[in-house]
């Protein structure tokens, strides 16, 4: 069986085409998707995070700042920067780039941000949103996963995904989404975590795998039946033969060849897909004020 390699770089590039319309369009009422980036500390992944971010918003034509804090500053400082951006009509979304360092309460950070304004879609209302099945902002990540089972028209009713990590920024939003009703949806969702026991006899009775655990080449060619989906959310560096670092992901994509039906590679899957998702909700945002919106 020939695996497919579902690229999230050709997808986000679609992704871009279409928001190009919706920009010019915002732009010719005189408005200009802005974000505001909040990043502390010297955490170089999150160094290069922003970075791919930003370029992304500038490539488009859309307007950032990045407001950057020392690894030292206060929970105090962080919260009323956040409320100054709430206020700030110059930005229609806020990031603050995770993780933060372990004197700051992050739950504290991500909840004073304006749901409206929380294109990342992690403050409680929105999640809470999403659980009810009428999201506002999906966070970045889930929400690309689903543009990969639109775009290659994966179905998911009738069909049993397995999900592993159950964090709040991937795992439970796309466990909680996939199970919901709708096209592309409705699936029998199975979330697998740390406390799972047995958890690769999941993987091995499911059709669509989510893999969001940060285990490098944690799934293999035993852990999965014939023909199964693998969406690897996972980035992990690590060192090649050669001693040099390299990105890879949660799936050990060579032992899955042949075996898996289809497989997002990293990197160019789901990264890229994660920023052209915070576009959009950037986007979104921007028109949602000028429409009034709650
Ligand atoms: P977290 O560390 O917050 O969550 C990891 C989850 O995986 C937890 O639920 C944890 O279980 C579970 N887990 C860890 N080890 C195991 C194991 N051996 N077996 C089963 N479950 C396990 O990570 P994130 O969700 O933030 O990120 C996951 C991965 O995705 C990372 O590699 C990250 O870099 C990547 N990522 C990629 C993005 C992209 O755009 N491609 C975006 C965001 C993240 P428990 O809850 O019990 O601790």
Same mark, same amino acid.
């Given at each position: ?134 999201? *506002? ?53 199975? *979330? ?8 690769? &006899? ?7 795998? *989510? ?41 050990? *994509? &060579? ?40």
């Amino acid at each position: 069986m020939d695996t497919k390699i579902l690229s999230g770089v050709d997808l986000s590039f679609e992704v871009y085409t279409k928001l190009r319309e919706r920009i010019e369009s915002l732009k010719n009422q005189s408005i200009t998707p802005s974000l505001a980036v909040v990043l502390v500390g010297n955490n170089p992944a999150s160094k290069v995070y922003v970075k791919n971010k930003i370029k992304r918003f500038k490539d488009l034509g859309l307007d950032s700042s990045t407001f950057t804090f020392p690894e030292n500053v206060t929970e105090e400082s962080l919260l009323k920067k956040i409320i100054d951006l709430n206020n700030d009509n110059a930005f229609h979304g806020i990031l603050v780039q995770l993780p933060l360092p372990g004197h700051i309460d992050s739950e504290k950070i991500l909840t004073i941000i304006d749901p409206k304004k929380d294109v990342d879609g992690f403050h409680p209302v929105n999640l809470g949103n999403l659980t009810a099945g009428s999201p *506002i902002f999906i966070p970045c990540t889930p929400k690309g996963i689903l543009r990969f089972f639109e775009h290659y028209k994966i179905e998911l009713s009738g069909k049993h995904v397995v999900v592993v990590g159950r964090s709040n920024i991937v795992g439970r939003p796309i466990s909680i989404l996939t199970s919901l009703k709708g096209r592309y949806l409705n699936a029998t969702t199975t *979330i697998c975590h740390s406390g799972s026991s047995d958890l690769f &006899k999941f993987t091995q009775m499911a059709d669509v795998i *989510i893999l969001a655990l940060g285990k490098p080449h944690f799934l293999k060619s035993e852990h999965i039946k014939q023909g199964a989906i693998v969406i690897d959310v996972g980035i992990n560096r690590i060192e090649n033969k050669e001693g040099r670092g390299i990105l890879v992901g949660d799936a050990d *994509i &060579k032992s899955l060849e042949g075996k898996a039906s289809a497989i997002t590679p990293v990197p160019g899957g789901v990264g890229p897909m994660t920023i052209a998702m915070l576009v959009e909700n950037t986007v979104e945002a921007a028109e949602r004020l000028l429409n009034n919106e709650s």
